[in-house]
């Protein structure tokens, strides 16, 4: 069956950097498009950045632009997410997500947390 992982999530200090990691397992990685999705509590999921199969072409929130970094690495069936440049309005569970073309899959999220 499908599982997603995620890890690395934790409390950092406002400029603080934290690298997220999805592990994956139960579909073929290398061939979907991979998500990164945050939700506050009483607001909606947001998508935060994606990337596709070949790893070339990605996609970030306006809100992230020039600050996070996705990434995949195909061999190790892990997806990546690099965060720079911590903000508090950046504290929130992180989700990897991956649409198999049959349904969508979630993690069980990780809280990422930005605080003096």
């Known amino acids: 069956q499908v599982q997603l992982v995620e890890s690395g999530g934790g409390l950092v200090q406002p400029g603080g950097s934290l690298r997220l990691s999805c592990a994956t397992s139960?579909?073929?990685?290398?061939?979907?498009?991979m998500s990164w999705y945050r939700q506050v509590s009483g607001k909606e999921r947001e998508l935060v950045a994606k990337?596709?199969?070949?790893?070339?072409?990605?996609k970030y929130a306006d809100s992230v632009k020039g600050r996070f970094t996705i990434s995949r690495d195909n061999g190790k069936n892990t997806l990546y997410l690099q965060m720079n440049s911590l903000k508090p309005e950046d504290t929130a569970v992180y989700y990897c997500?991956?649409?198999?073309?049959?349904?969508?899959?979630w993690g069980q999220g990780t809280q990422v947390t930005v605080s003096s």
């Open positions: 997500s991956v649409n198999t073309g049959v349904l969508t899959y």
């Open positions: 139960g579909f073929t990685f290398s061939s979907v498009a």
């Open positions: 990337i596709f199969s070949v790893g070339v072409i990605k």
